[in-house]
């Protein structure tokens, strides 16, 4: 199963309660591109600071959140998908 991580080529901070992504181009912040996460995305983000698989990351939602572990998935494979589509996550092991 594969694991999901950040990228190595992005910086994060929270900033009163909300979780900011700034990629980082040839050594320098690229502030027309900062991402603004919600609390899901949020929780999501620190679950893959370390490689996590699906399952541990929906398992790091469950603990955090009350809902429906379908929905859960449905965030997770989103969020997963748009974030490499972005080049702010990647499967471990791959290139960042």
Known sequence: MACYVRSQS?????????TLIIPVRKGVGD????????????CIWRAIEAPRNKEEIID?????????????ERDVETFLVEMKA????SEAGAAA
């Open 86 to 89: 972005a080049g702010l996550v």
């Open 60 to 72: 790091s939602l469950e603990i955090e959140f009350l809902g429906e572990r379908q929905q859960m």
């Open 31 to 42: 502030l027309a591109s900062i991402y603004s996460l919600n609390q899901v995305a949020s």
């Open 10 to 18: 992005v910086v994060s901070r929270v900033i009163a309660g909300e």
